[in-house]
């Protein structure tokens, strides 16, 4: 089983700055097929990204993902009030796909 | 608009069994692969089972596997996860995916449902 570690656990960060989120795994992910999902309190998670930089449907241009192999990025280039919430890597290139423990964006 | 409801959550002692729906609409619901994925009480996320398009492929996670059975009825466009056995560590929110293709294999899953409870105590 591939096991993703996403960091930092928490990031703190105020509107307007950059975000930049790590997902690491323990082997190569095949064909970077890694997705990103965002969750906000109480609500279900919402796709983000997904083959490792394509966004999903309706998803603002200010989110972006990167990476191949072990190691994966998602940025948000500029923070609006709305994008604080707990961010999730999953991979799917495997015959389990799993899930990293959660990044949690805070306001500073 | 794609509407995920689930249904069927609640609370249930250990042993005992449990059986959760999830009624789709605003899709051709036969076109794609559906799953379950489960949250603990401030966890993270964790896979649960997937069915393809035709119920012709399907996957559990190691944790379930034996005690948990997925289901479809394309005709009602409904998806059903049967739990028996059930455990504390059970306990979780129980989401409703569609995935982005067919096959259940190497699932994205876009979009979710609201998700309902399961509480495994005696």
């Known amino acids: 089983e591939i096991v993703l570690t996403q960091s930092p656990g928490t990031l703190s960060l105020s509107p307007g700055e950059r975000a930049t989120l790590s997902c690491r795994a323990s082997q190569s992910v095949s064909s970077s097929y890694l997705a990103w999902y965002q969750q906000k309190p109480g609500q279900a998670p919402r796709l983000l990204i997904y083959g490792a930089s394509s966004r999903a449907t309706g998803i603002p241009d200010r989110f972006s993902g990167s990476g191949s192999g072990t190691d994966f990025t998602l940025t948000i280039s500029r923070l609006e009030p709305e994008d604080f919430a707990v961010y999730y890597c999953q991979q799917y290139g495997s015959s389990r796909n799993t899930f990293g423990q959660g990044t949690k964006l805070e306001i500073k | 608009e794609v509407q995920l409801v689930e249904s069927g959550g609640g609370l249930v002692q250990p042993g005992r069994s449990l059986r959760l729906s999830c009624a789709a609409s605003?899709?051709?619901?036969?076109?794609?692969?559906m799953h379950w994925v489960r949250q603990a009480p401030g966890k993270g996320l964790e896979w649960v089972s997937g069915?393809?398009?035709?119920?012709?492929?399907?996957g559990y996670a190691d944790s379930v596997k034996g005690r948990f059975t997925i289901s479809r009825d394309n005709a009602k466009n409904s998806l059903y996860l049967q739990m028996n056995s059930l455990r504390a560590e059970d306990t979780a929110l129980y989401y409703c995916?569609?995935?982005?293709?067919?096959?259940?294999?190497?699932?994205?899953?876009?979009?979710w449902g609201q998700g309902t409870l399961v509480t495994v105590s005696s």
């Open positions: 995916a569609k995935d982005m293709k067919g096959g259940y294999s190497n699932p994205r899953f876009d979009p």
């Open positions: 605003g899709f051709t619901f036969d076109d794609y692969a």
């Open positions: 069915i393809s398009w035709n119920s012709g492929s399907i």
